[in-house]
């Protein structure tokens, strides 16, 4: 069983910054597919960035290349997101999670393919 701890969330303004930490225990962090995903007050979670297991390929939603970037340190067993130029409709809660699975890039955009979620952390965006 793997336990994800997501931290670093918090309020800022448009135009702002925040780091996103996840931080895994419990499993073998090297052998999963770190993905982080949104989800909005009445909306669907949504994919946000997936990283490979020992980091050779990202991918982002259309909406966040350019602002975000995902990276991963496998000695630490944690996954980041880093955000940048964030703007009001970023905010919602951020989950990270790990995918065992292996299959092509939109494959990890299904958030159904994931085995295991943290609890979430708020990001607020004030305009």
């Known amino acids: 069983q793997v336990q994800l701890v997501e931290s670093g969330g918090g309020l800022v303004q448009a135009g702002g910054s925040l780091s996103l930490s996840c931080a895994a225990s419990?499993?073998?962090?090297?052998?999963?597919?770190m993905g982080w995903f949104r989800q909005a007050p009445g909306k669907e979670r949504e994919f946000v960035a997936v990283?490979?297991?020992?980091?050779?390929?990202?991918y982002y939603a259309d909406s966040m290349k350019g602002r975000f970037t995902i990276s991963r340190d496998n000695a630490k067993n944690t996954v980041y997101l880093q955000m940048n130029s964030l703007k009001p409709e970023d905010t919602a809660v951020y989950y990270c999670a790990a995918n065992l699975g292996n299959g092509g890039l939109y494959y990890y955009t299904n958030h159904r393919t994931y085995n295991y979620w943290g609890q979430g952390t708020q990001v607020t965006v004030s305009s």
């Open positions: 990283i490979t297991w020992n980091g050779g390929t990202t």
């Open positions: 419990g499993g073998t962090f090297s052998r999963y597919a």
